[in-house]
């Protein structure tokens, strides 16, 4: 049961040092209590208060890690059944499988599809995140040469360990070194050796269960022998049993804090569906109903796609207004007589503006300032995009010394704020652009620099 913040507060050193970066104990409880930091942050509480708020405070739904630097990562950590309740924190890992049976140029292909399918969205690049390594045939030094090819290959891939053979899963687990891989195939007939290799090299393992009977016992086994990190798949493979036990897992986890199913799910859509488009449809469905990974039989753009966009859609906080970073932002190729326009950072401001800007084919400079996500009008009516906060930002973004002009065009909504801007830019002469981004293409063709 998690604790409230005065329980958490009591089991606090009380120094109100703000060493934390919070100024009081009790305003770090409450952030530990509320989730929104970890007890770790306290340089002077025990490890036997750590792991004793850790323990009660940890989420229903096991956070695991996999991979390290730029392949780690993250699934689990749920808290709730709904998003509206609070928000999804961690999104659906896709993965596609390679085999010790496919042929070189399938697994060539596969991985260099796995590279090379990324897309950006809303300032957020998106890709596959996980490759699993499927030892078909009981060949050892196969499954091995194939697991080291991904490791080689695929820098950013997070890897997957498919065997139920202890001796094959030792010797492909032992070369990933730091890349921790999750170790799949735990078994009613293997848990035990399973275990014992899991505790060995400290990787998450992928438990299998005929039915979520049968997986229930082999967690809590798992459990009772010290694991603590594991993927579970309850060795559903149609689409309404594997719908049906992902929700089960997920509601006894949050509602009844069952912890035998408290981990993040893995599922087979590749195993489901025997063509891309209706793996496609099976994994939409997993990944709007709590799967932690889903696993294609390859990766197309047609279908990737679509999958990224919905695992954005669901996974993207209702709470927060998406942002893109404040920066400098060059679209078609500006150089130093290219006009320079400045907006905010709500996401969707972002993308109008540079896709009328691309549609103008006028190569432009485009400032984004952090307005915390708020459009024009809401973050000047908030002081969040003032004359003085934006002559700060375009003083430090450095586009001065991109362009040999002092031109720049601000938003048609703030043409109020023009003479307080001329005066906080003295140097730089002010433009009204117009109001509605759908103009701008006209606009920009009959531009020209004043200085």
């Known amino acids: 049961m998690a604790l409230t913040g005065i329980q958490i507060l009591k089991m606090l050193p009380k120094k109100n040092c703000g060493e934390c970066s919070i100024p009081t104990c009790l305003a770090f409880a409450m952030k530990v209590a509320a989730g929104q930091t970890e007890i770790e942050a306290c340089p002077y509480v025990s490890e036997e208060t750590k792991a004793t708020i850790g323990e009660a405070s ?190 089960v897992a997920r509601r006894s986890a949050v509602k009844a804090k069952f912890k035998p199913l408290g981990f993040p799910t893995i599922t087979f859509p590749c195993e489901i569906a025997d063509d891309s488009m209706m793996e496609a449809m099976v994994s939409s469905i997993l990944i709007a109903k709590y799967a932690g990974i889903v696993v294609l039989s390859d990766l197309k753009g047609e279908t990737l796609f679509p999958l990224l966009l919905e695992q954005l859609n669901i996974f993207t906080d209702p709470q927060r207004p998406m942002v893109v970073q404040e920066d400098i932002y060059p679209i078609t190729g500006p150089g130093e007589d290219s006009p320079v326009l400045i907006t905010c950072n709500f996401s969707l401001t972002y993308f109008i503006v540079s896709g009328e800007i691309e549609g103008s084919k006028v190569p432009s400079w485009l400032l984004i300032k952090d307005t915390e996500g708020l459009s024009v009008l809401t973050a000047w009516a908030a002081g969040k995009f003032g004359a003085d906060l934006i002559a700060q930002f375009v003083n430090k973004s450095g586009i001065a010394d991109k362009v040999k002009h002092r031109d720049l065009i601000i938003p048609g909504y703030l043409a109020t704020i023009k003479g307080e801007l001329e005066e906080e830019l003295p140097e730089w002469t002010i433009t009204i652009g117009p109001r509605e981004a759908g103009h701008l293409p006209a606009f920009l063709k009959e531009w020209k620099p004043s200085k």
């Open 58 to 247: 940890a989420p229903p739904i096991r956070t695991i890690k996999l991979g390290s630097g730029d392949s780690q990562f993250t699934i689990g950590g749920e808290t709730c059944l709904f998003r509206h309740e609070k928000r999804f924190e961690n999104p659906t890992g896709i993965a596609v499988v390679v085999s010790t049976e496919d042929s070189d140029g399938d697994v060539d292909g596969k991985l260099n599809r796995f590279n090379t399918l990324e897309y950006e969205r809303v300032g957020v690049h998106m890709r596959a995140d996980l490759v699993a390594v499927r030892d078909a045939n009981g060949d050892g030094g196969a499954f091995k040469a194939l697991t080291e090819k991904v490791l080689n290959t695929c820098p950013k891939a997070a890897l997957i360990l498919m065997t139920e053979n202890i001796d094959n899963m030792k010797g492909a687990a032992e070369i990933c070194g730091a890349r921790i891989p999750l170790m799949y195939g735990v078994t009613a007939a293997n848990q035990d050796a399973m275990a014992a290799l899991g505790k060995e090299n400290g990787y998450p393992l992928g438990v299998k269960g005929s039915n979520v009977d049968e997986l229930i016992d082999i967690s809590e086994k798992l459990v009772a022998a010290g694991i603590k990190d594991m993927v579970i798949d309850t060795g559903a493979r149609t689409v309404r049993a594997a719908f049906e036990d992902n929700v």
